[in-house]
Nanobody, 121 residues
Framework: QVHLVESGGGSVQAGGSLTVSCAAS????????MGWFRQAPGKEREEVAV???????TRYTDSVKGRFTIRRDSKNTVSLEMNRLKPEDTGVYYC???????????????WGQGTQVTVSS
């Protein structure tokens, strides 16, 4: 069983930076792709930045391209560096792990509890 724990959320003013991190424990053999989703108040959960394919390819949602960077810091950890933050980046950020090649929205994915990121104008 895989367990994901996020850290590093917080509050920042627009234009600032934050880095959120995720540590995986347990048997991650079948959870070799990791990424980040977020959910803003009153909105659906959306993909932000993920590793895909063989685990080395990255994919970003258009609204964060050029501002956010996802990194696989180790086999068990992934981080999301967020720069030039905007109020619309506010939300709960979730770490997700899934077997590469499968959808992050499939039942085979493992989700963390989430960490709050708040960007004030």
């Amino acid at each position: 069983q895989v367990h994901l724990v996020e850290s590093g959320g917080g509050s920042v003013q627009a234009g600032g930076s934050l880095t959120v991190s995720c540590a995986a424990s347990g048997n991650i053999y079948n959870r070799d792709c990791m990424g980040w989703f977020r959910q803003a108040p009153g909105k659906e959960r959306e993909e932000v930045a993920v590793f895909t394919s063989n685990g080395d390819t990255t994919r970003y949602t258009d609204s964060v391209k050029g501002r956010f960077t996802i990194r696989r810091d180790s086999k068990n950890t992934v981080s999301l560096e967020m720069n030039r933050l905007k109020p619309e980046d506010t939300g709960v950020y979730y770490c997700v792990a899934v077997q590469c090649g499968r959808s992050y929205l499939s039942g085979a994915a493992t989700w963390g509890q989430g960490t709050q990121v708040t960007v004030s104008s």
